[in-house]
Structure formats: structure tokens, C-alpha cells
């Protein structure tokens, strides 16, 4: 059974920052594409960061300069450090496992992050 269980969300005020963390279990961690996507209250969910199995990453243009993703294969858990985060950060951010088939396709449940004064 795959289980991707998301800590670390929170309230926080404008320039602070936070760090998501996301166990997983039931997966060969190390052969996934691990990716943090959020979803704001009336939006559709959106990329913010994926980082491949040999440590390659991608940001959403909004994020870069100010969110690092970085994963520690031997606790099977990927990470989010939000630096500078602004109000527009606010949302439900997930966590997302890909692996090399599309059945291979795993979320969390998703932990809400509030950014505001």
C-alpha cells in the first residue's frame, strides 16, 4: 500500500518561511519522480516543484529563487524549504509520486499552508 504522508504546513506571515516534508512508503522512493503541487480555493492544482530520481529539478516560475526541493533517499522523503513566501502562496500543497507507468501515480492528502498577517 503507497502512502505519500505530508508535514509541516502551517500559518505563516508574509517573508516567513516553512518547510514541507513528505514520507513515503510503499514505493521504491529512489526510481520516482518526487513533485509539490499546490491548490488555492478556486484554482486548479498547479505545479511547484518536481525533482527526479538522479536529483534534477524544475519550479514553477513563480516559486524560483525562493522554494528549494531536495529529497533524501534513505528516509524516502522529498522536502520543500519556502523562503520569502507571500500571501498568493497560500494553498493546500500536495505531495506527488510518478514512477515510470501512469499507473504509477501517487498524492497525499495534502497539507494547508496560510500565509498572512
Known amino acids: 500500500q503507497v502512502q505519500l504522508v505530508e508535514s509541516g504546513g502551517g500559518l505563516v506571515q508574509p517573508g516567513g518561511s516553512l518547510r514541507l516534508s513528505c514520507a513515503a512508503s510503499g514505493i521504491i522512493f529512489r526510481f520516482y519522480v518526487m513533485g509539490w503541487y499546490r491548490q488555492a480555493p478556486g484554482e486548479q492544482r498547479s505545479l511547484v516543484a518536481t525533482?527526479?530520481?538522479?536529483?534534477?529539478?524544475n519550479y514553477a516560475d513563480s516559486v524560483k529563487g525562493r522554494f528549494t526541493i531536495s529529497r533524501d533517499n534513505a528516509k524516502n522523503t522529498v522536502y520543500l524549504q519556502m523562503n520569502s513566501l507571500k500571501p498568493e502562496d497560500t494553498a493546500v500543497y500536495y505531495c506527488?509520486?510518478?514512477?515510470?507507468?501512469?499507473?504509477?501515480?501517487?498524492w497525499g492528502q495534502g497539507t494547508q499552508v496560510t500565509v498572512s498577517s
Open positions: 525533482i527526479s530520481s538522479g536529483g534534477t529539478t
Open positions: 506527488n509520486a510518478k514512477g515510470l507507468t501512469a499507473a504509477a501515480d501517487y
